[in-house]
């Protein structure tokens, strides 16, 4: 069956450090992977979605990359801030579907 | 736009009660899912509409659980009868096509 795989433990990281988030999928060839942060209590927010045929997309301080041969997309944070402490869920999407299944789930805490 | 609104916020209610969600999508979108969330299983997908008609419905745990999309503005998600493992935060949430979903804040339900 499908399954996506994010960090469950919590990332600490020093302000002004850059985060990097790891989504690992199997069983999926998706053609879409998004990405969305999540704030206590609050719906998800989206950030970025990148396509099967793009490395790389850059939006301000986010970088995401997918990288489909390793399965897999990274989520970075560049000088991060204590704004940025959420959690971040990818979410690939199933190919010939509008379904999206969303990943646990990564807390990001940024120290300050 | 007010964005994909739905109610109500909280709702406690006791075992074997009927319980019935809303959800208002932005207007235009094509789209509409259910998600339910909790700690253990994180976001998970129960059906969703493309036009106003379910398209998968796959995710919806058991019989108790349905769902309707009587036109293009407005979704009911009813759970009859009500048991305590679905409290849960259920999430609507709205798209155009494969793009990014625009959530609401969320029902957040405690099954006594």
């Known amino acids: 069956s499908q399954k996506i795989e994010q960090n469950s433990e919590a990332l600490n990281i020093q302000e002004g450090k850059t985060a990097t988030l790891t989504c690992n999928y199997t069983?999926?060839?998706?053609?879409?992977l998004q990405w969305y942060r999540q704030d206590p209590g609050r719906g998800p927010v989206f950030l970025l979605l990148?396509?099967?045929?793009?490395k790389e997309k850059r939006k301000e301080r986010l970088k995401v990359t997918f990288d489909t041969t390793l399965k897999q997309s990274l989520f970075h944070i560049t000088a991060s801030q204590p704004a940025d402490s959420a959690t971040y869920l990818c979410?690939?999407?199933?190919?010939?579907?509008?379904?999206?299944?969303f990943g646990t789930g990564t807390r990001l805490k940024v120290l300050a | 736009d007010a964005g994909v609104i739905q109610s109500p916020r909280h709702e406690v209610t006791e075992m074997g009660q009927e319980v019935t969600l809303r959800c208002k999508p932005i207007?235009?979108?094509?789209?509409l899912f259910w998600y339910r969330q909790t700690m253990m299983r994180g976001l998970e997908l129960l059906i969703y509409?493309?036009?106003?008609?379910?398209?998968?419905d796959s995710g919806m745990p058991e019989d108790r659980f349905s769902a309707k999309m009587p036109n293009a503005s407005f979704s009911t998600l009813k759970i009859q009868p009500s048991e305590p493992r679905d409290s849960a935060v259920y999430f609507c949430?709205?798209?155009?096509?494969?793009?990014?979903?625009?959530f609401g804040e969320g029902s957040r339900l405690t099954v006594l």
């Open positions: 979410a690939p999407l199933v190919s010939g579907t509008y379904k999206y299944i």
């Open positions: 949430a709205s798209s155009l096509a494969a793009g990014e979903l625009f």
């Open positions: 207007s235009g979108h094509n789209s």
């Open positions: 509409f493309n036009n106003n008609v379910p398209i998968d």
């Open positions: 990148i396509r099967e045929n793009e």
């Open positions: 069983n999926y060839s998706p053609a879409y």
